[in-house]
């Protein structure tokens, strides 16, 4: 058995798979447009390449476990409404052959901070927010234990004020583990809440917080072959500098921050690294040590992923040269270590990457093989 973290080439976004040992599915944002042409280069037909990655149930519904929205900006939700089922399991059409969220993973705060900052939602992200609220209503009416697939969800952080202490049947408590999967133990992974973090009481910290994209942290630590964290992965969504100080000021020492894959923030931006303008002063930005050291506890070998467009050119950003640089810096300045999803395997035909994760730890695999297996067994009938 092996698991599996597949990287999709969705341009600026985030759009990451995770097959567990136990075969069970985390999707971690997405980012699906039309298929057109981008000057000399086609864009990528993702979806197609999800769907040969996830399984199909016995009811003929393609299907993932868990879809986890790390924040509401587009670049991580785009295409969820045309692509997913959302609303009550019974009303799935299999002619539209929608991909079936079973569980949705969701964090109040990413969208109070939104709101907050007068963010307007794109409209995938107000369809989250409906499907999310949608499945909460269903467990303040039923309880978690009566829900079937379809209709589960998990909080991810305390709402303020107290909104969700009604909750805590389906919420998992920042700087504490994800223990469950579809309502269910699975041992093939050890999941790790970090962040978004919670609000501060200083003023002009929580405006920082809110200002550098708070978005759901996870550190996912992968067993297979019950050898246990043979592959840690951070995964960081949009989280900018002032959250990754934060972070190394709690978790300098704790092993949380450590990981064998990173997918670089915010697509390899330089708002990661630096509370400076890379516009105005280029290379003469300063690095925020802290933020720096927080992203720099590589394990023996680890790689860097950055979900991003190809990084060329001294003026772009998102993706920044410079951080690029920082990257491979942490690397060992071992350039094999960090990699681009809009580079693989080259800038003209950019396709998914995909890590086989064995007892062994990573290895990228050239040429994956996927099926869409069926899962034998129906969920009893139960409310909603």
């Keep these: 058995m092996s698991a599996n973290i597949s990287f999709f080439p969705v341009d600026n976004g985030d ?62 939700c785009l295409g969820l409404t045309n692509t997913f089922h959302l609303g009550p399991p019974e009303q799935y059409n299999t002619k539209n052959n929608k991909i079936f969220i079973r569980e949705l993973w969701s964090s ?10 007068n963010l307007v939602l794109c409209e995938d992200a107000k369809s989250f927010n409906t499907e999310a609220k949608r499945r909460i209503n269903l467990f303040k009416k039923f309880g978690a234990s009566q829900l079937v697939h ?23 408590s920042i700087d504490s583990n994800i223990t469950k999967i579809n309502g269910r133990l699975d041992p093939s992974a ?46 960081g ?10 972070l190394l000021s709690k978790h300098k020492n704790t092993g949380y921050l450590q990981y064998d894959i990173l997918q670089s923030p915010h697509h390899c931006s330089w708002h990661t690294l630096s509370h400076d ?66 580079e693989y395997p080259n800038t003209k035909n950019p396709d998914v990457m995909d890590f086989e994760i064995t007892e062994y730890g990573p290895r990228l695999m050239s040429k994956p093989r996927f099926a869409n297996l069926p899962i034998i067994g129906r969920q009893p009938i139960a409310h909603g």
């Excluded at 009481?201 to 630590?221: G, P, Q, Y």
């Excluded at 303008?277 to 925020?288: D, H, M």
């Design 15 to 76: 759009m990451t798979l995770i097959k567990l040992d136990s075969g069970k599915t985390i999707l971690i944002d997405v980012k699906i447009r039309n298929l057109e042409n981008e000057g000399n280069n086609v864009i990528p037909d993702v979806e197609a390449k999800l769907r040969e990655r996830i399984r199909v149930d016995d009811q003929g519904r393609p299907y993932v476990d868990v879809f986890l929205l790390t924040h509401p900006d587009q670049d991580h």
């Design 108 to 117: 109040p705060i990413i969208f109070r901070r939104a709101g907050h900052n």
């Design 150 to 172: 379809g209709n589960q969800i998990l909080i991810l952080g305390e709402d303020e004020n107290g909104k969700t202490d009604s909750l805590q049947e389906i919420l998992v």
């Design 190 to 235: 050890s999941i790790y809440l970090l962040g978004p973090l919670p609000k501060s009481d200083i003023e002009d910290e929580e405006e920082a917080l809110a200002k550098n994209r708070s978005s759901v942290i996870l550190s996912i630590s992968l067993n297979v072959n019950q050898v246990q964290d043979v592959c840690r992965f951070l995964s």
């Design 237 to 246: 969504g949009d989280a900018e500098v002032a959250i990754w100080e934060r």
């Design 277 to 342: 303008s890379w516009s105005e002063l280029g290379e003469n930005a300063v690095v925020s040590r802290d933020a720096l050291l927080a992203l720099s506890q590589a394990r023996h070998g680890a790689l860097i992923i950055s979900s991003s467009k190809p990084i060329s050119g001294i003026d772009n950003d998102p993706p920044n040269i410079r951080a690029k640089r920082e990257y491979i810096a942490i690397t060992n300045n071992d350039p094999n270590r960090f990699k681009c999803t809009g």
